[in-house]
């Protein structure tokens, strides 16, 4: 029958996605979205916090915070201040940490720096070669005496750098982890946070200061357009999939239609029989 050739055709739509392929593909169109707005979130915070780290390390330096604010200092709200300090370094207890500057490899020296209150904060006096790893290669120069420390406080750095954990007991360190150097140094009291020397104590033969890389990495755009686009293509993908099956079927139906006559009736009406 004419209907029966029209069903059976070569001209049938394709099939719709699935339902299991469906149902993914728009959570995935959500949680890209929501990827790409937690970025430009993420974006907006990177830029206030240049923003506040900026005006910190161009301000006015500031007495070292005082021990009963030390429980509430924090990378959010302290990170990177200017701050002066005054005391006498204790040089016999300093620690070497691996670091890596424009000069290559070497060390921070990391010196205590006792005050005239009892406390004791950890100062990064700068970097130093691996040939000047030996404390007697630049002895001759060690300012002694009390001193004016100034520089930028750091929050402190547990356990050790990437893939690199510190080892006290073998006194390998990799990171400035202020807890644990004091406790193997045995300083009393010290602060949870330490200070970056600025250049104003460097001297030749001794620690180079005032070497603090400010930078923080900001890709949070390029990240919010991936994911962005990643949702226009699984978009794009459905409306492909549902809205070309929608317009074969369109399609197929209207040739279907087309492909039926009415027997002729009237005047051209043949015999009934070439109607049968």
Same mark, same amino acid.
């Given at each position: 029958?004419?209907?029966?050739?029209?069903?059976?055709?070569?001209?049938?739509?394709?099939?719709?996605?699935?339902?299991?392929?469906?149902?993914?593909?728009?959570?995935?169109?959500?949680?890209?979205?929501?990827?790409?707005?937690?970025?430009?979130?993420?974006?907006?915070?990177?830029?206030?916090?240049?923003?506040?780290?900026?005006?910190?390390?161009?301000?006015?330096?500031?007495?070292?915070?005082?021990?009963?604010?030390?429980?509430?200092?924090?990378?959010?709200?302290?990170?990177?201040?200017?701050?002066?300090?005054?005391?006498?370094?204790?040089?016999?207890?300093?620690?070497?940490?691996? $670091?890596? @500057?424009? %000069?290559? /490899?070497?060390?921070?020296?990391?010196?205590?720096?006792?005050? #005239? =209150?009892?406390?004791?904060?950890?100062?990064?006096?700068?970097?130093?070669?691996?040939?000047?790893?030996?404390?007697?290669?630049?002895?001759a120069g060690e300012p002694g005496g009390q001193v004016t420390v100034t520089?930028?406080?750091?929050?402190?750095?547990?356990?050790?750098?990437?893939?690199?954990?510190?080892?006290?007991?073998?006194?390998?360190?990799?990171?400035?982890?202020?807890? $644990?150097? @004091?406790? %193997?140094? /045995?300083?009393?009291?010290?602060?949870?946070?330490?200070?970056? #020397? =600025?250049?104003?104590?460097?001297?030749?033969?001794?620690?180079?200061?005032?070497?603090?890389?400010?930078?923080?990495?900001?890709?949070?755009?390029?990240?919010?357009?991936?994911?962005?686009?990643?949702?226009?293509?699984?978009?794009?993908?459905?409306?492909?999939?549902?809205?070309?099956?929608?317009?074969?079927?369109?399609?197929?139906?209207?040739?279907?239609?087309?492909?039926?006559?009415?027997?002729?009736?009237?005047?051209?009406?043949?015999?009934?029989?070439?109607?049968?």
């Amino acid at each position: 029958m004419a209907s029966d050739d029209v069903r059976t055709g070569g001209d049938s739509p394709a099939r719709r996605p699935s339902l299991w392929l469906t149902i993914p593909a728009l959570l995935g169109v959500v949680l890209l979205i929501a990827l790409g707005v937690w970025q430009v979130e993420r974006r907006a915070w990177k830029l206030a916090l240049i923003d506040r780290v900026e005006a910190r390390i161009h301000a006015a330096p500031a007495p070292l915070p005082s021990a009963e604010t030390w429980p509430s200092i924090n990378s959010a709200n302290d990170e990177y201040r200017r701050v002066t300090a005054i005391g006498q370094f204790q040089h016999d207890r300093e620690t070497l940490t691996t $670091a890596v @500057a424009e %000069a290559g /490899g070497g060390f921070w020296v990391i010196t205590p720096l006792r005050m #005239a =209150d009892g406390r004791t904060v950890l100062v990064n006096r700068g970097f130093v070669l691996p040939e000047q790893r030996d404390r007697a290669s630049r002895q001759a120069g060690e300012p002694g005496g009390q001193v004016t420390v100034t520089g930028l406080l750091r929050t402190t750095e547990p356990k050790g750098g990437f893939l690199r954990h510190n080892a006290p007991a073998e006194d390998r360190w990799y990171s400035r982890d202020v807890q $644990a150097i @004091a406790a %193997a140094r /045995g300083v009393q009291d010290a602060a949870p946070f330490f200070v970056d #020397a =600025d250049a104003s104590l460097n001297a030749p033969g001794q620690p180079v200061g005032g070497l603090t890389v400010v930078q923080f990495p900001n890709n949070h755009l390029t990240y919010a357009l991936t994911w962005f686009c990643l949702a226009f293509m699984l978009i794009g993908w459905l409306v492909v999939a549902f809205g070309g099956e929608y317009l074969r079927g369109a399609r197929a139906g209207r040739r279907s239609g087309g492909g039926r006559q009415s027997p002729p009736t009237g005047r051209n009406a043949g015999p009934i029989a070439e109607h049968r």
